[in-house]
């Protein structure tokens, strides 16, 4: 039967879904192609030994940053609770140190644990601190920049309505009040009645 209205139209699908498969596939055809190359170059035990060598090391790495992100959640819990007992609560600048490029460092671990030469040349550069840096203020700008591009109604708007606060740092609590909702008390639900087998 036809109804006589257009069929709906598939959503456009985004380039991150088309090209990030394919990106993986020549990625892992890569990978075990340089690491023939190299087995035949050097021979298979050192290659074995670099791989195992560089899964020890990104362990090491990211337990170090889960450490030290620990250690930031920590001192963040002890800050608020002074602050929240008279004290004076640090300014968000000074929060924003070591720990905000805490996810590069891990990631750089997690890359030196994956077995292969480009995942582990990867994994080290994200372990200088000026590689890690850049990184986080270029993808700072990048989600600020889809945030401000973002229609009205979208996850933006959740995300500006969480950022907001008083100078002082502490959140404002509130309530929505629609103007249009209606207005007086609200009646309870008649209770339903049971079902017959």
Do not use: C
Not at 72 to 99: H, I, K
Not at 153 to 158: I, M, P, W
């Amino acid at each position: 039967m036809t109804t006589g209205a257009p069929p709906p139209l598939a959503p456009k699908r985004s380039r991150a879904r088309t090209f990030l498969p394919l990106g993986v596939a020549a990625w892992l055809v890569l990978e075990i192609w340089l690491l023939t190359v190299v087995a035949n170059a050097v021979g298979g035990l050192t290659v074995l030994l670099l791989l195992v060598g560089g899964a020890v090391l990104g362990a090491a790495v990211v337990k170090r940053a889960g450490r030290r992100a620990f250690r930031n959640l920590t001192s963040t819990f002890q800050q608020a609770q002074a602050a929240a007992q008279g004290g004076v609560a640090p300014s968000p600048a000074d929060r924003a140190g070591a720990d905000d490029r805490n996810g590069f460092l891990m990631l750089g671990g997690l890359l030196l644990m994956i077995p292969g030469f480009l995942s582990d040349a990867a994994g080290l550069l994200l372990l200088i601190p000026q590689v890690r840096s850049f990184l986080g203020r270029y993808a700072e700008k990048a989600v600020e920049r889809r945030m401000s591009a973002a229609p009205p109604g979208s996850l933006q708007d959740a995300f500006q309505q969480a950022r907001i606060h008083r100078p002082d740092g502490k959140v404002v609590q509130g309530e929505v009040i629609r103007e249009d909702a209606p207005q007086g008390p609200r009646r309870p639900e008649e209770p339903r009645p049971p079902l017959m087998p």
